[in-house]
Each structure stands twice: as structure tokens, then as C-alpha cells.
Nanobody
Framework: QLQLVESGGGLVQPGGSLRLSCAASGFTLDNYAVGWFRQAPGKEREWVSSISRSDITNYADFVKGRFTISRDGAKNTVYLQMNSLEPEDTAVYYC????????????????WGQGTQVTVSS
């Protein structure tokens, strides 16, 4: 049973913070590049951030300085720390894992989670 499960979403006020988790089951996430994506209603899915197998991190321009991606191998989990959240960050957030970071950037993950809702509103 190979799964990715996102958690940590919820309702937060503008300027607030959330930490999303992407937990793997049935495989070792340390052997994969992992990406976070989001999709807002009526919009296409967009890449948010990624971390390579060697822990090189990259961010979309619209989250640089606000979001941080990291991994905890012992917990087989990748995190997305989201600070200074804005209403425009409202979306369903998905994580994906792939053997190569290039596949993540092409939205071609081998495994995808079901998503967790993030709503930023006052």
C-alpha cells in the first residue's frame, strides 16, 4: 500500500501560519523528490515548492520568503511551513513524490496525495 497523505490544512486568518505534512506509507520518502502543489477553485494546479533527494529546495516566486519545505526522514514526512498567509494562498494543497526533481517540476509525480484544504480568510 503506497500512499501519500497530506494533513495540517485548515482555516487561518491573513498573516497567520500553518504547517502542512506529507506522510508516506509503503515507501521511503527519502528516496524521492517531493513537491507541493496547490489548486484554487477555477484555476489550474500550480507548483509551490519542492525538495530534492539531496535536500535542495526551490520555491515559486509567490511564496519565497514565506514558505519553507523540509523533510524528516525518521518520520517519513515532508513539511511545508507556511507563514504570512494571504487570501490568495487559499487552495487545496497536494504533495507528490517522484524519483527525479524534474518530474516534480513537470507535475509528473509517481505518487500523489488526496490534498488538504487551506483557507485564508478573516
Amino acid at each position: 500500500q503506497l500512499q501519500l497523505v497530506e494533513s495540517g490544512g485548515g482555516l487561518v486568518q491573513p498573516g497567520g501560519s500553518l504547517r502542512l505534512s506529507c506522510a508516506a506509507s509503503g515507501f521511503t520518502l527519502d528516496n524521492y523528490a517531493v513537491g507541493w502543489f496547490r489548486q484554487a477553485p477555477g484555476k489550474e494546479r500550480e507548483w509551490v515548492s519542492s525538495i530534492s533527494r539531496s535536500d535542495i529546495t526551490n520555491y515559486a516566486d509567490f511564496v519565497k520568503g514565506r514558505f519553507t519545505i523540509s523533510r524528516d526522514g525518521a518520520k517519513n514526512t515532508v513539511y511545508l511551513q507556511m507563514n504570512s498567509l494571504e487570501p490568495e494562498d487559499t487552495a487545496v494543497y497536494y504533495c507528490a513524490a517522484a524519483r527525479k526533481i524534474s518530474m516534480i517540476l513537470l507535475h509528473l509525480g509517481d505518487y500523489w496525495g488526496q490534498g488538504t484544504q487551506v483557507t485564508v480568510s478573516s
